[in-house]
């Protein structure tokens, strides 16, 4: 499967952004999918991932209760709603993906995913 993210952008602190990753080439349905993000400087970061089905949805401590993560199977897409956005999630934001035959699986590490988007970028003003 291919993974192209977009939609970043520049944004004001307290903003709204949404990002897309969209998938081709494969049954998007069987992926669990991720958003991981990395600032200059600093190591990658768990961000937010969805179960394969969408049915459960997980997020990290610094963005829990303002960034949300879902999937449109039908349309091989995955996005994440990022609100109050804060200087601190200036980042480049990457989709990842996994195959896998749990409808419960989902990892907050990077390693456990074969399949990566390209990033986009987020840049948060203060």
């Known amino acids: 499967v291919q993974l192209q993210a977009s939609g970043g952008g520049l944004v004001q602190t307290g903003g709204s952004l949404r990002v897309s990753c969209a998938a081709s080439g494969g049954t998007f349905s069987i992926y669990a999918v991720a958003w991981f993000r990395q600032a200059p400087g600093k190591e990658r970061e768990f961000v937010a991932a969805v179960t394969r089905g969408g049915g459960s949805a997980y997020s990290g401590d610094s963005v829990k209760g303002r960034f949300t993560i879902s999937r449109d199977n039908a349309k091989n897409t995955v996005y994440l709603q990022m609100n109050s956005l804060k200087p601190e999630d200036t980042a480049v934001y990457y989709c990842?993906?996994?195959?896998?035959?749990?409808?419960?699986?989902?990892?907050?590490?990077?390693?456990?995913?074969?399949?990566w988007g390209q990033g986009t970028k987020v840049t948060v003003s203060s």
């Open positions: 990842a993906a996994r195959s896998i035959s749990s409808s419960r699986w989902y990892s907050t590490l990077g390693y456990n995913y074969d399949y």
